[in-house]
């Protein structure tokens, strides 16, 4: 069975751009999760998307938005791009809606840098 | 709000030496709690969890015992490899509706050489 897939792997934006991150979970898994992940902050939980509806949002701005698709597939977009958004986004899909009886499995992550 | 704390790394041990990292939460309620590792260019994997008191967690040589009265998930393991190394985070979810937010330490670098 083939684990969690993100495109791209790595990305390099500049100020004020906005980039477009995506997310294939394993087949017949419908929760997607989205973490960031820096050196200052660590891992950080971003979204939560379980039959095309955001379940959960953490702490983040605005300029941080999700979507699932109906075939599970997900992306999350950055708008106006800062210097701080430079990090490693891990996506993680669940066979129904995440919870400890229901375990995450994690992509190997997008890196993005900001410049 | 709910937090995790890890002893800081980087851990360094010979093979064959006795590993504990340390782990505490604050959380409301009952959470249940897990152990993760990441490999270099890899994502998260699940390497165990526990989800009520006196709970243990166990997989690969790797245990965790869930401690109520100390709050703590301390991770063990009595023999490290060097296939061992690698970042190692504690991991905390409500058993709620919310339970996919996933509550993170900060991670602790295990480096084990020959």
């Known amino acids: 069975k083939a684990g969690v897939t993100q495109t791209p792997r790595y990305l390099i934006k500049t100020r004020g751009q906005q980039v477009t991150l995506s997310c294939s979970p394993i087949?017949?898994?419908?929760?997607v999760s989205w973490y960031q992940q820096t050196p200052g902050q660590g891992l950080q939980f971003l979204f939560e998307y379980f039959s095309e509806t955001q379940r959960n949002k953490g702490n983040f701005p605005g300029r941080f938005s999700g979507r699932q698709f109906s075939n599970s597939r997900s992306e999350m977009n950055v708008s106006t791009l800062e210097l701080g958004d430079s990090a490693l986004y891990l996506c993680?899909?669940?066979?129904?809606?995440?919870?400890?009886?229901?375990?995450?499995?994690f992509g190997p992550g997008t890196r993005l840098t900001v410049l | 709000g709910d937090s995790v704390t890890q002893m800081e790394g980087p851990v360094t041990l010979s093979e064959e030496a006795f590993l504990t990292i340390n782990c505490t939460y604050t959380a409301t309620g009952y959470p249940s709690l897990f152990w993760y590792v990441q490999y270099p260019g890899e994502g998260l994997q699940l390497l165990l969890k526990?989800?009520?008191?006196?709970d243990k967690g166990s997989n690969k040589g790797f245990e965790a015992t869930y401690r109520k009265e100390t709050t703590s998930f301390h991770l063990e393991k009595g023999s490290v490899q060097v296939s061992d190394s690698a970042v190692y985070f504690c991991?905390?979810?409500?058993?709620?509706?919310?339970?996919?937010?996933?509550?993170f330490g900060t991670g602790t670098r295990l480096q084990v050489t020959l």
């Open positions: 993680a899909s669940s066979f129904l809606w995440t919870s400890a009886y229901n375990e995450q499995f």
């Open positions: 087949s017949g898994h419908r929760s």
């Open positions: 526990a989800t009520k008191a006196d």
């Open positions: 991991a905390l979810s409500p058993n709620t509706g919310t339970a996919s937010k996933l509550t």
